[in-house]
């Protein structure tokens, strides 16, 4: 038993939580003239990873927009060669385009933006693979106007074939629910304050308490739903570091309370608190998407959040069987102890990375 909770709390301490990997792709299409207008968003934070020492000129450590500009050359060839569109099987250049720096939240992007003359959406096809042989779970949110739809490309879709039908809002919200889905099972720092919250209902055996379960599920689902929404919406802005380090700290806190025993201060008010927090976690992919449509908006937004629930249920339905079996093991309160004390130091190392002391 011990084994099994010592492998699945190294699995959480050697993940990045919930990091941004996402590069972004806005197209917008004039189908009268046949112009089409790319606007590509590369995030710099691998190659930064990978090749810090060729990029910090100036050996402090610190990666400037200097440094980042006198080695956009490389940037840019590293992206022909992963970033591919092409008409009618041939590919269409890159080169003249506009490239400029720009910070967005916590990170850094190299903006590439060019327009192209004579474009049939219907013979248009993407191959993609930016940094996939370097983080295989970075992505591609692609946008083509506030009509056609969204799609992303992954490490295993890396293909998308352009058409001048319109997206339905059956086809978005379909598209949205998957993104949401394996957005929540990518935030390790979400999934791991969950298995916090309902670790409490060990103390009484989790088949006694599944109503408190539920209403601590629910209380969070409603929290984390508020604030995605404010986000994603606009109507309330908070600083990303500020949000990422207090998820961090949110987790420290419930941990520090699991370890000590005061079960009770687990409760609803303080998973709907803490589940604010957690709901601006969410809400990039919706910020980013650009749809000024407010139909597309709201099924893009409901899509997300449903699909972000079906992950969360999937991982309770997961944690469920392991706690369970936690309540009945001859030394509970010492495995409750030892989890919550793991998640601690996980967590507070997560703070302090956030907070850029690591």
Known sequence: MNKI???????????????????????????????????????????????EKLLDDSQNSIISFKELRNHQAYFFSYIQKHFLLLK?????????????????????????????????????????????????????????????????????????MFSSFHMTQLQRV???????????????????????????????????????????????????????????????RVNVTFIESSIALSIFIVSLLNYFGDYKHVNKKIVFLFGLLHGFGFANVLEIAGLEDTLSFAVALFGFNF??????????????????????????????KFIALASAFISSYWFLQRVGLV
């Open 174 to 236: 379909i598209i949205f629910v998957k993104t949401g889905f394996f957005h929540i099972l990518d935030g390790i720092d979400h999934l791991l304050f969950i298995l916090m919250i309902l670790l409490p209902s060990v103390v009484k055996g989790v088949r006694a308490s599944r109503m408190e379960v539920l209403k601590i599920i629910t209380t969070f689902t409603v929290a984390h739903s508020l604030t995605l929404f404010l986000s994603a919406a606009g109507i309330l």
């Open 5 to 51: 909770l010592i492998l699945l709390l190294l699995l959480f301490s050697h993940i990045y939580a919930h990091q941004l990997r996402e590069n972004y792709l806005k197209i917008n299409y004039n189908a009268k003239t046949q112009e089409l207008n790319l606007n590509l968003e590369v995030e710099t934070r691998p190659f930064e990873l990978v090749h």
């Open 88 to 160: 009618s099987n041939i590919p269409l250049s890159l080169e003249g385009a506009t490239l400029t720096f720009h910070r967005y939240k916590s990170q850094t992007y190299l903006t590439i933006e060019k327009k192209f003359t004579h474009i049939q959406l219907d013979d248009l096809v993407l191959r993609y693979s930016i940094f996939f042989e370097i983080e295989a779970n970075h992505i591609l949110l692609l946008h083509l106007d506030d009509t056609r739809g969204d799609y992303v490309l992954s490490n295993k879709e890396r293909e998308y």
């Open 307 to 336: 699909g972000v629930e079906l992950g969360q249920l999937l991982v309770i339905a997961l944690y469920l069987p392991l706690l369970y079996t936690v309540s009945i093991f001859k030394y509970k309160t010492i495995s409750i």
